[in-house]
């Protein structure tokens, strides 16, 4: 058997230049396994490296950093939390795709989330249904009746309120088999079992569009510049002002003091929010059809908007973090905020291009 890597802690932030060369000769060479990978991949980044530096000296593409970096993260977790040795064994050896569909989880329910997992032979996209179904679930205050808080029955109580949904007699039969499959508890077999004598069907709420905006033009894009003051001014009213350096893409700047600031375009809906923020995501935190690369993305949220309606997505606390969530029907949980727009970065040909305007006219 392979033996588990350690669940220590990451190698030291400050890693000094012969021991980023060592990590980095390491994974160049395909040393160690995936988990110690992502490791290493992560004192790196911690290091001061950034993705595509790691990419040319060690092959790893950014993506898979981003999968490996993630999936470790996951695994770390499961021995904390009561995850089998041979559920470990298991993904040690092979995994990371699985683990980090896992990733939007607390580490409790990874730990039982892999488990499940493994137990089932579940593959990768299958994960991502498992991973939504138990976060799902997890916002009931009152467990549904028949089901119990095992991450079986999280997925049974998904697959049987798609069940009863449906009004194709094939797919509706595929759906039971699969609730049986996952179902935990002798309860919530019965309640998947009668669907087979109960044809009643439930009609399905359409999820709401997501609000998504692409920065298309510069003119949307705008520089932001440091203030100095109204005059009269001296030199060292000049000198005080810190360097601004633009974080892309959405061109953040950031102080010295605590507070990050990004600009937006005046979108009409921006300007009538009362009292917008701004997250930093990634785009796979959203149900995106077709989705064939992940990017950053700004999620602006109304704090002043706490009301549920069936038309909106809205942040609310799951596991002591921060999560967004479409909800069919009122929940039992705070609202945090509405989801108001979410921005999508500027896509960009050949950003030197771009630079030299005699190049465009041309």
Same mark, same amino acid.
């Given at each position: 058997?392979?033996?588990?890597?350690?669940?220590?802690?990451?190698?030291?932030?400050?890693?000094?230049?012969?021991?980023?060369?060592?990590?980095l000769r390491k994974l160049r060479q395909k040393q160690g396994n995936w988990v110690e990978w992502g490791m290493a991949i992560a004192s790196l980044l911690k290091t001061g490296y950034n993705p595509q530096e790691?990419?040319?000296?060690?092959?790893?593409?950014?993506?898979q950093q981003n999968q490996?970096?993630?999936?470790?993260?996951?695994?770390n977790?499961?021995?904390?939390?009561?995850?089998?040795?041979?559920?470990?064994s298991h993904y040690a050896i092979r995994g990371s795709d699985i683990l980090y569909e896992l990733r939007l989880l607390t580490q409790e329910e990874r730990a039982s989330a892999a488990e499940l997992i493994f137990v089932q032979k579940v593959d990768a996209d299958e994960a991502r249904e498992v991973a939504k179904a138990i976060k799902e679930f997890s916002y009931f205050r009152?467990?549904?009746?028949?089901?119990? +808080? *095992?991450?079986?029955? %999280?997925?049974?109580?998904?697959?049987?309120?798609?069940?009863?949904?449906? $009004?194709?007699? /094939?797919?509706?039969?595929?759906?039971?088999?699969?609730?049986?499959?996952? +179902? *935990?508890?002798?309860? %919530?077999?019965?309640?998947?079992?009668?669907?087979?004598?109960?044809?009643? $069907?439930?009609? /399905?709420?359409?999820?709401?569009i997501l609000p998504f905006y692409r920065l298309e033009s510069e003119e949307q894009l705008p520089r932001i510049v440091p203030v100095v003051g109204e005059l009269p001014l001296s030199r060292q009213d000049l000198q005080a002002v810190p360097i601004v350096t633009e974080i892309e893409p959405f061109r953040m700047v950031k102080f010295s003091g605590e507070q990050t600031w990004v600009s937006l375009p005046g979108w009409q809906v921006l300007l009538a929010a009362e009292?917008?923020?701004?997250?930093?995501?990634?785009?796979?935190?959203?149900?995106?059809?077709?989705?064939?690369?992940?990017e950053p993305v700004v999620v602006v949220i109304d704090r002043a908007q706490r009301e549920w309606d069936i038309s909106n997505y809205f942040v609310v606390e799951n596991g002591g973090e921060l999560d967004f969530q479409w909800f069919e029907t009122e929940p039992e949980i705070p609202l945090l905020g509405q989801?108001?727009?979410?921005?999508?970065?500027?896509?960009?040909?050949?950003?030197?291009?771009?630079?030299?305007?005699?190049?465009?006219d041309e």
């Amino acid at each position: 058997m392979t033996d588990l890597p350690p669940n220590a802690q990451n190698p030291e932030e400050n890693a000094t230049n012969d021991e980023a060369q060592e990590l980095l000769r390491k994974l160049r060479q395909k040393q160690g396994n995936w988990v110690e990978w992502g490791m290493a991949i992560a004192s790196l980044l911690k290091t001061g490296y950034n993705p595509q530096e790691i990419f040319e000296a060690t092959g790893f593409e950014p993506i898979q950093q981003n999968q490996v970096v993630v999936g470790s993260q996951v695994y770390n977790s499961l021995e904390k939390f009561g995850a089998s040795p041979a559920t470990r064994s298991h993904y040690a050896i092979r995994g990371s795709d699985i683990l980090y569909e896992l990733r939007l989880l607390t580490q409790e329910e990874r730990a039982s989330a892999a488990e499940l997992i493994f137990v089932q032979k579940v593959d990768a996209d299958e994960a991502r249904e498992v991973a939504k179904a138990i976060k799902e679930f997890s916002y009931f205050r009152l467990l549904p009746e028949g089901f119990s +808080a *095992h991450p079986g029955d %999280a997925v049974a109580y998904q697959v049987w309120k798609r069940a009863r949904q449906n $009004t194709d007699l /094939q797919q509706r039969s595929r759906l039971i088999a699969k609730g049986l499959r996952f +179902a *935990h508890t002798p309860e %919530a077999r019965t309640k998947i079992e009668q669907l087979l004598t109960d044809f009643t $069907t439930i009609p /399905q709420r359409p999820a709401p569009i997501l609000p998504f905006y692409r920065l298309e033009s510069e003119e949307q894009l705008p520089r932001i510049v440091p203030v100095v003051g109204e005059l009269p001014l001296s030199r060292q009213d000049l000198q005080a002002v810190p360097i601004v350096t633009e974080i892309e893409p959405f061109r953040m700047v950031k102080f010295s003091g605590e507070q990050t600031w990004v600009s937006l375009p005046g979108w009409q809906v921006l300007l009538a929010a009362e009292d917008p923020v701004v997250i930093i995501a990634n785009s796979d935190r959203f149900p995106i059809q077709n989705q064939s690369r992940i990017e950053p993305v700004v999620v602006v949220i109304d704090r002043a908007q706490r009301e549920w309606d069936i038309s909106n997505y809205f942040v609310v606390e799951n596991g002591g973090e921060l999560d967004f969530q479409w909800f069919e029907t009122e929940p039992e949980i705070p609202l945090l905020g509405q989801i108001i727009i979410i921005v999508r970065p500027k896509k960009i040909l050949d950003e030197e291009l771009t630079k030299d305007s005699w190049q465009i006219d041309e």
